[in-house]
């Protein structure tokens, strides 16, 4: 067998036949990964334009260099010599489809310099690159095995051809979306089992399936054995049909059976296939499954997919049905998966459209044959006792313009979808039961509250309420709360002086020049953490209730937290009073899908009671009151979460511009060691942004916007972040817009931990010039003149441990603002006063409750810049990428997730299709790299040549040897 397949292989390049075969395959797919699929346009690190082309390309290219196996074979008359050859037949036909296999691998080991380049042009995941090869050798495998056999049957090659691309082709064809999108969506599944382009697509995904590798390998299997049989026929043909010509047929029967049926026997097997994905983005985390293994009682996620839908959803079902049966196996009972057509099912579209608010969505497109509107169901329902979520196709897929009448459409990211919805109805249920039931530690509740004789008459009553409340806890909890309370000024002063040494805690007063002090303050313990409980607003019962059990929640895993927003203020517009949180739309939207999410002005001088973070977007003009609200949110162990720097855009005058911006929060950063310089980065690795540009056609000037690279939207690749930090994770692009540098003193933090989050390049530097129009005419590099000096500049930091209050030793804004507020009441006019004092009633005093010190567990993160997060930014980068730009989002998603230590879904996210982008300065030298790899399968070809021609040396040197003819 062996020699026959050498013997063949070295026929292909004996004549011209492998060089035309190889010539002809580079070049098309060279041509198809470049021009027709558009590799630089895409801007996507992956190989998949290489692949995407293959199981066409394969059907002919398999046919011609099978077509003269055989066929050439029966003409030239030298087939019944091999029949009468004590060669096997199986041997013979294992032989030649070995020798075309080779061929079909020195193809591809030829095509090895693109997904080589691609590497060095952007983070490529190699498991897909694997998964293509595989696919692309199992695929051609099985088109051989089916033009060897038609070849066998024929003695005219060109009609071994063109019978080899039919049948090829009706293979292809019965997967394919084109006869797909007639069927309803069983029978789709039906024929995409049979088709082997939609096998290869699922293989080419890097999910490796024992269902499709074995599927190819039935066809090589059924072909391959009716061509031994019809060489074995061939032998006895004419001859009077015997026993062993039936048994001939019976057994070569027998075994296209059990090759098919074997299809059939793995197809209900869903864990026979292994994820070569970076990160395993098709697989079950184990973030899910401890998800998961929370379910108390039965949920029930059920899909509403219509039977016809768009044509470019119709190939997403498939996967959402095997991922969903993951889900149910990895739920081990726990969790029951339905997949209904609500069309065919009345009763259940009435409860879906009234109880679910799930309707159909028309759909709209056209096909060669028709235009048409269809009404389509592509919905996913997920409850969990009285709680539900409901997916459309908005929050599971992803569109990417290939061009402008070319969308590529495809999952998002399934499993994190999926997941937080489960996470989302879960924490809902188990919000509205008992507190405990997920504390699975003690908890020590200490209070530091001093004797009632000191105490104002409205903590008096609240001391009660804390008492009523404590008890009941206590009751709940089943033995995991403790109750502790102690006097500090009980002991001499000592146990006084060890809550301002560690915890920074001071004594409160009433007023601002009350000389009575007392103490009132709140702790929980348990499992190495601390959380200070605030003092509701109101000092009612009710509010510190919601307290105490917002600081329980932060020990449990089973509740959805609160983040506290704070955006800039309404701005006044010709059109009235404009919200400024509206820029910021989609931040809002994503931290809601997971978050409990409430919106503060900060300028009562408190963070709301519940909330278990502060980000700041954008502040703006902060006074001493909300400064307050923020500093001592992080002096109780919260994190504050900070996007601004000294620079805002503005187009107000039509034209963009920079202008300084004051958040009001420069001074209070730079009391803990970060201050910003008043400069912005520039950066030569960048992002591109739209500009107009004039040009001149016909004497007549034409303005157009062009995207050019621009130094401001500072491009950070994974080299410039923190990879060992969750709070990135996933993430190995980030752009952003307009930033400026921070500085890190370190004599300020000793004891703290620093991270630097994300940085610029090498080459980047700074300007404090405010003009940020590109001038390429002067600057035709980057538009803007390149800095002096050059080096990385850090644009986002963590900086945890202990920080020391901004208004130590300072009095308090709250009680400061009650004494201005007292005064100006005094200076009222007389009648106006005797007027109030008849409605007045006596106001709630203001508590002076200072606390000096942090817990160690306090965290700022700071970004260097205000607008990376705004809709307007996101909505410039979606143009350029042609897809949805989630990547700032999602940064601020992790930053949350890993601050509350919620961080069983950083796993999942960030495994976007369309993450993988290119190096920005690809685009400056993408001629040289496409040029570089039409030279190199020229060099490869021209290799293979150099080799075939030194082997001919040597076998003529053989022979001269032989007939002593060599000199």
Same mark, same amino acid.
């Given at each position: 067998?062996?020699?026959?397949?050498?013997?063949?292989?070295?026929?292909?390049?004996?004549?011209?036949?492998?060089?035309?075969?190889?010539?002809?395959?580079?070049?098309?797919?060279?041509?198809?990964?470049?021009?027709?699929?558009?590799?630089?346009?895409?801007?996507?690190?992956?190989?998949?334009?290489?692949?995407?082309?293959?199981?066409?390309?394969?059907?002919?290219?398999?046919?011609?260099?099978?077509?003269?196996?055989?066929?050439?074979?029966?003409?030239?008359?030298?087939?019944?010599?091999?029949?009468?050859?004590?060669?096997?037949?199986?041997?013979?036909? +294992?032989?030649?489809?070995?020798?075309? *296999? %080779? &061929? $079909?691998? /020195?193809? #591809?080991? =030829?095509?090895?310099?693109?997904?080589?380049?691609?590497?060095?042009?952007?983070?490529?995941?190699?498991?897909?690159?694997?998964?293509?090869?595989?696919?692309?050798?199992?695929?051609?495998?099985?088109?051989?095995?089916?033009?060897?056999?038609?070849?066998?049957?024929?003695?005219?090659?060109?009609?071994?051809?063109?019978?080899?691309?039919?049948?090829?082709?009706?293979?292809?064809?019965?997967?394919?979306?084109?006869?797909?999108?007639?069927?309803?969506?069983?029978?789709?599944?039906?024929?995409?089992?049979?088709?082997?382009?939609?096998?290869?697509?699922?293989?080419?995904?890097?999910?490796?399936? +024992?269902?499709?590798?074995?599927?190819? *390998? %039935? &066809? $090589?299997? /059924?072909? #391959?054995? =009716?061509?031994?049989?019809?060489?074995?026929?061939?032998?006895?043909?004419?001859?009077?049909?015997?026993?062993?010509?039936?048994?001939?047929?019976?057994?070569?029967?027998?075994?296209?059976?059990?090759?098919?049926?074997?299809?059939?026997?793995?197809?209900p097997m869903n864990n026979v296939r292994t994820d070569v994905t970076q990160g395993n983005i098709y697989s079950i985390s184990n973030a899910t499954r401890n998800h998961l293994a929370q379910l108390r009682e039965p949920m029930l996620i059920r899909g509403y997919f219509s039977a016809q839908t768009h044509p470019l959803l119709a190939p997403l079902v498939p996967r959402l049905r095997d991922l969903l049966e993951e889900y149910a196996v990895a739920g081990e009972g726990r969790l029951r998966v339905e997949f209904i057509d609500p069309l065919a099912h009345p009763e259940l579209e009435q409860e879906a459209n009234e109880k679910y608010a799930i309707r159909p969505v028309p759909f709209q497109f056209a096909s060669k044959y028709q235009s048409s509107v269809v009404n389509s169901y592509f919905n996913i329902l997920i409850q969990y006792g009285d709680q539900y979520e409901v997916l459309d196709f908005t929050d599971l897929i992803d569109v990417k313009a290939q061009s402008e009448t070319s969308l590529d459409v495809d999952l998002r990211n399934p499993e994190y979808d999926l997941t937080q919805a489960i996470k989302k109805v879960l924490y809902a249920y188990q919000g509205a039961g008992d507190l405990f039931e997920n504390i699975f530690h003690p908890v020590n509740f200490k209070g530091y509250i001093?004797?009632?004789?000191?105490?104002?008459?409205?903590?008096?009553?609240?001391?009660?309420?804390?008492?009523?409340?404590?008890?009941?806890?206590?009751?709940?909890?089943?033995?995991?709360?403790?109750?502790?309370?102690?006097?500090?000024?009980?002991?001499?002063?000592?146990?006084?002086?060890?809550?301002?040494?560690?915890?920074?805690?001071?004594?409160?007063?009433?007023?601002?020049?009350?000389?009575?002090?007392?103490?009132?303050?709140?702790?929980?313990?348990?499992?190495?953490?601390?959380?200070?409980?605030?003092?509701?607003?109101?000092?009612?019962?009710?509010?510190?209730?919601?307290?105490?059990?917002?600081?329980?929640?932060?020990?449990?895993?089973?509740?959805?937290?609160?983040?506290?927003?704070?955006?800039?203020?309404?701005?006044?517009?010709?059109?009235?009073?404009?919200?400024?949180?509206?820029?910021?739309?989609?931040?809002?939207?994503?931290?809601?899908?997971?978050?409990?999410?409430?919106?503060?002005?900060?300028?009562?001088?408190?963070?709301?009671?519940?909330?278990?973070?502060?980000?700041?977007?954008?502040?703006?003009?902060?006074?001493?009151?909300?400064?307050?609200?923020?500093?001592?949110?992080?002096?109780?162990?919260?994190?504050?979460?900070?996007?601004?720097?000294?620079?805002?855009?503005?187009?107000?005058?039509?034209?963009?511009?920079?202008r300084q911006h004051q958040s009001g929060l420069d001074e209070w950063l730079g009391h803990h060691g970060i201050e910003f310089k008043p400069q912005l980065v520039l950066d030569p690795q960048n992002a591109a942004f739209p500009i107009p540009v004039d040009r001149e056609i016909g004497g007549f000037v034409v303005r157009e916007t062009q995207m050019v690279n621009y130094p401001y939207f500072v491009d950070i690749r994974s080299h410039g972040m923190a990879q060992e930090n969750g709070i990135t994770a996933g993430l190995n692009q980030m752009t952003l817009t307009w930033p400026s540098p921070i500085n890190v003193d370190q004599e300020k933090n000793p004891a703290r931990q620093i991270i630097r989050l994300l940085e610029s390049s090498d080459e980047a530097w700074t300007s404090d010039n405010l003009n940020i129009q590109p001038d390429y005419n002067t600057h035709a590099q980057y538009g803007f003149p390149i800095g002096e000096e050059q080096g990385k500049q850090l644009l986002s930091v963590l900086v945890e441990g202990r920080f020391d209050s901004f208004f130590k030793d300072k009095p308090s804004p709250l009680t400061a603002a009650e004494e201005e507020t007292d005064a100006d009441i005094d200076d009222m006019a007389t009648g106006e006063t005797e007027q109030n004092e008849q409605e007045e009633t006596e106001p709630e005093p203001t508590i002076s409750r200072l606390i000096d010190r942090s817990p160690e567990s306090s965290r700022i993160i700071l970004f260097a810049s205000n607008t990376f997060l705004a809709d307007d930014i996101l909505n410039l980068a979606t143009t350029g990428l042609g897809t949805r730009y989630l990547n700032p989002v999602e940064l601020i998603e992790n930053a949350v997730d890993w601050s509350l230590e919620d961080r069983d879904l950083l796993e999942i996210r960030g495994r976007a299709q369309f993450s993988r982008t290119l190096n920005p300065q690809v685009h400056e030298t993408q001629v040289f790299w496409e040029y570089l790899n039409y030279g190199l399968a020229l060099l490869g070809l021209l290799l293979i040549w150099l080799i075939r021609w030194q082997i001919n040396k040597q076998t003529r040197l053989r022979y001269a040897v032989i007939l002593g003819t060599a000199e």
């Open positions: 067998m062996l020699r026959i397949a050498r013997k063949e292989f070295a026929g292909f390049f004996s004549s011209p036949i492998a060089f035309i075969f190889l010539g002809a395959f580079l070049a098309v797919t060279l041509f198809v990964f470049f021009w027709v699929e558009k590799f630089f346009s895409r801007n996507i690190a992956d190989v998949r334009p290489l692949f995407e082309w293959m199981p066409l390309l394969l059907i002919f290219l398999g046919a011609a260099i099978t077509m003269r196996m055989w066929s050439e074979e029966r003409r030239a008359g030298t087939l019944e010599f091999l029949l009468t050859t004590p060669a096997k037949n199986y041997q013979l036909v +294992l032989g030649k489809f070995l020798a075309c *296999l %080779s &061929l $079909v691998i /020195v193809a #591809l080991l =030829l095509t090895l310099p693109l997904p080589l380049t691609v590497s060095v042009l952007g983070p490529l995941d190699w498991g897909p690159v694997f998964g293509g090869y595989i696919a692309t050798l199992f695929l051609a495998a099985a088109y051989v095995a089916i033009g060897l056999f038609i070849s066998a049957r024929s003695v005219n090659q060109i009609i071994s051809l063109i019978l080899t691309v039919g049948v090829c082709g009706i293979f292809y064809l019965l997967g394919s979306d084109a006869l797909t999108s007639l069927f309803g969506n069983r029978t789709s599944e039906f024929l995409k089992l049979l088709g082997s382009g939609s096998r290869f697509d699922s293989i080419t995904r890097g999910v490796i399936d +024992l269902r499709d590798l074995y599927y190819y *390998l %039935s &066809l $090589v299997g /059924v072909f #391959l054995t =009716l061509n031994v049989y019809i060489l074995e026929w061939l032998r006895w043909a004419g001859n009077t049909r015997n026993a062993n010509h039936r048994l001939w047929g019976m057994v070569t029967g027998l075994l296209v059976i059990n090759f098919l049926a074997a299809n059939l026997w793995l197809a001093s004797s009632n004789d000191k105490l104002p008459d409205v903590l008096k009553s609240l001391r009660k309420d804390l008492d009523a409340i404590l008890s009941e806890l206590a009751e709940r909890s089943g033995g995991k709360l403790s109750i502790e309370n102690r006097d500090p000024d009980a002991d001499g002063g000592a146990l006084a002086e060890q809550l301002e040494a560690e915890f920074g805690f001071r004594p409160m007063a009433a007023g601002l020049f009350d000389a009575n002090t007392f103490w009132f303050y709140l702790t929980l313990e348990g499992g190495e953490r601390l959380i200070q409980v605030p003092l509701p607003e109101e000092f009612d019962k009710a509010g510190l209730e919601r307290s105490i059990q917002a600081a329980l929640k932060r020990f449990s895993k089973g509740f959805l937290k609160t983040i506290a927003l704070h955006t800039p203020a309404p701005t006044m517009t010709q059109f009235g009073m404009a919200p400024s949180d509206e820029r910021f739309n989609w931040l809002r939207d994503a931290l809601t899908e997971e978050h409990n999410l409430t919106t503060t002005d900060l300028i009562n001088g408190q963070v709301p009671d519940d909330a278990d973070l502060l980000l700041l977007v954008s502040p703006e003009n902060l006074v001493a009151k909300q400064l307050f609200a923020v500093d001592q949110f992080l002096m109780r162990g919260g994190t504050v979460v900070i996007a601004t720097s000294p620079f805002e855009t503005d187009s107000s005058q039509g034209t963009l511009a920079i």
